[in-house]
């Protein structure tokens, strides 16, 4: 008998146009063989289940079932597709943790935590991992660009500090350019991270537990176009990807090692992706931030990945569905 797999799509956020690309993405390789699979999309109107694309019913968030033409639909597992809030920062799961659901991504505290960038940055550090330099602002707190400047060495990355597609990022060159990047990382967040900038190769890699064994996908380094990896390049194309990426065997070494060492220091479960900056004069990776919920769209990295290593995007969401369902 197949079982019953919610695919959780939308959002309260921005970032809820990024979550329906990569549900697509995930619907149309998910095991149809082995799955019976339902959209559910969670936006600010209700949480409702998607049948090509129209509302076809209404889940009851009493213990997340849908009624569906006279039957009661209970699911075995959740796919999580869904970016920012609620699906990405720890809401959703702590709601299936305590209706004992499974689910593919992060647990809630995980969640919680790496959806907050300046948090994530700390712990890591704390775990002996190398991290930019940072200062945490938040919007009911003054702060003083001059302080700022003192802190840190330009140039510097203004980020809104919860969230993962770069919506409300820049980069800063100038001191009087800073308090115009703040106010617009806090059009997007009330907290925002100033962070700077490391010198070096930018890398990303896709990290994931199958059988209770953390992997590494193929590396990609990541150049581009626009002067960082903003939301324009991550999404509309303006970057050169290159997966694997060309690098030697201490470098890929060292950015494997890393990467596994924070998965396993967060206490990451399915897939993440973890971006670093190579710092060849240091000669270590460090890391920029951890992306719990990574995009899955046609233009996203870890479809990239799972491809280079030779995987079907099919075997790879039936490994990930299967690491979920292992934990009920």
Same mark, same amino acid.
């Given at each position: 008998?197949?079982?019953?797999?919610?695919?959780?799509?939308?959002?309260?956020?921005?970032?809820?146009?990024?979550?329906?690309?990569?549900?697509?993405?995930?619907?149309?390789?998910?095991?149809?063989?082995?799955?019976?699979?339902?959209?559910?999309?969670?936006?600010?109107?209700?949480?409702?289940?998607?049948?090509?694309?129209?509302?076809?019913?209404?889940?009851?968030?009493?213990?997340?079932?849908?009624?569906?033409?006279?039957?009661?639909?209970?699911?075995?597992?959740?796919?999580?597709?869904?970016?920012?809030?609620?699906?990405?920062?720890?809401?959703?799961?702590?709601?299936?943790?305590?209706?004992?659901?499974?689910?593919?991504?992060?647990?809630?505290?995980?969640?919680?935590?790496?959806?907050?960038?300046?948090?994530?940055?700390?712990?890591?550090?704390?775990?002996?991992?190398?991290?930019?330099?940072?200062?945490?602002?938040?919007?009911?707190?003054?702060?003083?660009?001059?302080?700022?400047?003192?802190?840190?060495?330009?140039?510097?990355?203004?980020?809104?500090?919860?969230? %993962?597609? /770069?919506?409300?990022?820049?980069?800063?060159?100038? +001191? !009087? *350019?800073?308090? =115009?990047? &703040? $106010?617009? @990382?806090?059009?997007?967040?009330?907290?925002?991270?100033?962070?700077?900038?490391?010198?070096?190769?930018?890398?990303?890699?896709?990290?994931?537990?199958?059988?209770?064994?953390?992997?590494?996908?193929?590396?990609?380094?990541?150049?581009?176009?626009?002067?960082?990896?903003?939301?324009?390049?991550?999404?509309? %194309?303006? /970057?050169?990807?290159?997966?694997?990426?060309?690098? +030697? !065997? *201490?470098?890929? =070494?060292? &950015? $494997?090692? @890393?990467?596994?060492?924070?998965?396993?220091?967060?206490?990451?479960?399915?897939?993440?992706?973890?971006?670093?900056?190579?710092?060849?004069?240091?000669?270590?990776?460090?890391?920029?931030?951890?992306?719990?919920?990574?995009?899955?769209?046609?233009?996203?990295?870890?479809?990239?990945?799972?491809?280079?290593? %030779?995987?079907?995007?099919?075997?790879?969401?039936?490994?990930?569905?299967? *690491?979920?369902? =292992?934990?009920?």
């Amino acid at each position: 008998m197949k079982q019953k797999i919610a695919l959780v799509t939308g959002g309260y956020s921005g970032e809820s146009v990024i979550s329906y690309k990569s549900a697509k993405t995930i619907y149309t390789h998910l095991d149809k063989n082995l799955y019976d699979v339902y959209v559910i999309d969670i936006n600010p109107e209700g949480w409702f289940y998607l049948e090509d694309d129209h509302r076809a019913g209404t889940i009851d968030k009493n213990d997340f079932s849908l009624r569906l033409h006279g039957e009661t639909i209970r699911f075995d597992g959740v796919f999580i597709g869904m970016h920012g809030t609620p699906g990405e920062d720890g809401r959703l799961q702590g709601y299936f943790d305590m209706l004992g659901l499974p689910y593919t991504s992060c647990n809630a505290a995980t969640s919680a935590l790496t959806f907050n960038k300046r948090y994530t940055v700390a712990v890591a550090a704390m775990a002996g991992i190398a991290v930019a330099p940072s200062v945490h602002l938040f919007a009911h707190t003054a702060y003083d660009v001059a302080t700022i400047l003192q802190q840190l060495q330009l140039p510097v990355f203004v980020k809104p500090n919860n969230g %993962g597609s /770069s919506i409300g990022m820049s980069k800063v060159s100038k +001191g !009087e *350019e800073l308090a =115009a990047a &703040i $106010e617009k @990382a806090f059009a997007e967040d009330n907290q925002v991270l100033v962070e700077q900038m490391i010198q070096g190769r930018e890398f990303t890699v896709g990290v994931f537990k199958t059988e209770g064994q953390i992997q590494v996908l193929p590396i990609t380094e990541v150049i581009a176009q626009n002067e960082f990896f903003d939301y324009e390049a991550k999404y509309h %194309g303006a /970057s050169t990807e290159i997966t694997p990426a060309l690098i +030697g !065997e *201490e470098w890929k =070494a060292n &950015i $494997e090692a @890393a990467a596994k060492n924070i998965y396993a220091v967060c206490n990451c479960s399915g897939v993440v992706r973890i971006d670093f900056i190579y710092d060849e004069v240091a000669a270590k990776p460090y890391m920029l931030e951890i992306n719990t919920v990574p995009g899955q769209s046609e233009a996203s990295i870890i479809p990239q990945q799972v491809r280079a290593k %030779g995987w079907t995007l099919q075997d790879f969401y039936s490994r990930l569905v299967a *690491e979920a369902l =292992a934990k009920r």
